[in-house]
């Protein structure tokens, strides 16, 4: 039995990335980046969109791991169950207390903890959690949504009795009244085990109406079906993993306290667009002309539609790499009028192989780029041949 403790190093997540260990924050979000887009589901051909789905989440969910301080500081101590013991429930620290009080006091009892004053408190009903996926230019502008919902509800003729006006229940024969039942199961050892098991001919109340009694429009289970059109407002800034709460609108049970329906969301990858918390990051591509001696014109289409429009003077170059900070352009700040930052990955685009064929266009820039000097040779040289490789981050070193 494992018990948890230091372990390490693991390298999977990393491997994901084509990283090691050490490598640092901006290394992991140059990987992500680089690797999100090649395997986007939406940049491949149809054949090849479920393995591209399998490589993009295991992607994503490497960068999320690795370029959170804390969990990368967990996953590198205790691996992929991210906490002491491996419970995958993360640290100790992130334990949510309304979340374990209201499983504690809201779920299994019939009134408050011991020793507590005040009148007894129903038990909850189940809450329903499901996933609602949402794009981040849904995210950026917030969305509404209008969906229909289908739940139970007391039944309105007995009002969730179950049974006709001052007909009394009985023990259901089944489970004697306990609302479940108990089986044996032999576990090996000759040892034998005790289960307990729902009865479904009470539905786990232990009591029952006689055929007679049983209200004639629900048959006794004292629900009935209701249909519902439902609204969800998500508010701009929302990010990945916030849960919108439609309080109360679960199934109804007789004699709890009626659950909520939860959306957790979930930010669906973009293709042009990075969201690191507040900022966003994109690529923009200049000539190589405009890297030079500057531009003034638009150069990304932001997530609401607008165009970006940016000046950059002359006499200050831009290099490959280097990033336009954009104030106030990033995502916004949920529960607030402020906004995060944009920052605009400088990419730069050469002339075409015709344009450096072309003696003209050598010569002219031969006679106005500053030329090299030539610093002290060594006594023996050797000329040799190469190759270009397009890409040096795709080069192995055995």
Not at 30 to 58: G, S, T
Not at 192 to 220: I, L, M, N, W, Y
Request: overall charge negative.
């Amino acid at each position: 039995m494992n018990f948890g403790g230091p372990q390490g190093p693991f390298t999977e997540l990393y491997e994901v990335l084509g990283l090691t260990p050490d490598a640092s924050k901006a290394e992991i979000r140059k990987a992500y980046h680089k690797l999100a887009l090649q395997h986007h589901p939406d940049k491949v051909v149809e054949e090849e969109r479920v393995e591209a789905e399998i490589k993009f989440k295991a992607v994503s969910e490497a960068y999320e791991t690795l370029y959170d301080d804390d969990k990368r500081a967990a996953y590198d101590r205790y691996g992929p169950d991210t906490g002491p013991g491996g419970m995958g429930g993360g640290m100790p620290g992130d334990v949510d207390i309304d979340d374990l009080l209201s499983h504690m006091f809201g779920m299994g009892f019939e009134g408050p903890p011991p020793g507590a004053r005040g009148p007894p408190r129903k038990r909850r009903g189940q809450d329903v959690t499901q996933t609602y996926d949402i794009s981040l230019e849904d995210l950026y502008k917030g969305k509404t949504v209008k969906f229909s919902s289908t739940r139970d509800i007391l039944c309105k003729t007995c009002k969730g009795v179950g049974g006709k006006d001052k007909a009394k229940e009985r023990d259901c024969s089944v489970c004697k009244g306990h609302g479940f039942n108990m089986t044996m199961r032999h576990v090996g050892g000759g040892m034998v085990a005790q289960e307990r098991h729902p009865c479904g001919s009470c539905d786990q109340t232990g009591k029952v109406f006689r055929e007679k009694d049983r209200c004639k429009k629900c048959k006794g289970k004292k629900v009935q079906e209701e249909k519902k059109v439902l609204e969800l407002y998500i508010p701009r800034g929302s990010q990945d993993g916030d849960r919108v709460v439609l309080e109360g609108e679960a199934d109804e049970v007789p004699g709890c306290e009626t659950g909520s329906i939860i959306f957790v969301i979930n930010e669906l990858p973009h293709d042009r667009f990075l969201r690191e918390g507040a900022n966003l990051s994109t690529p923009i591509t200049i000539t190589l002309r405009e890297s030079l001696i500057g531009f003034s014109r638009v150069v990304t289409t932001h997530l609401d539609g607008r165009g970006i429009h940016v000046t950059h003077p002359a006499g200050q170059p831009l290099k490959p790499g280097q990033a336009l900070k954009v104030e106030g352009e990033g995502m916004p700040r949920k529960k607030t009028d402020l906004k995060g930052d944009l920052f605009l990955i400088v990419e730069v685009e050469y002339p075409d192989a015709d344009w450096f064929a072309n003696p003209t266009n050598l010569h002219v820039l031969e006679g106005v780029l500053p030329k090299r000097e030539v610093g002290e040779q060594p006594e023996h040289t050797d000329e040799v041949e190469f190759t270009v490789v397009e890409n040096a981050e795709d080069v192995s070193i055995p």
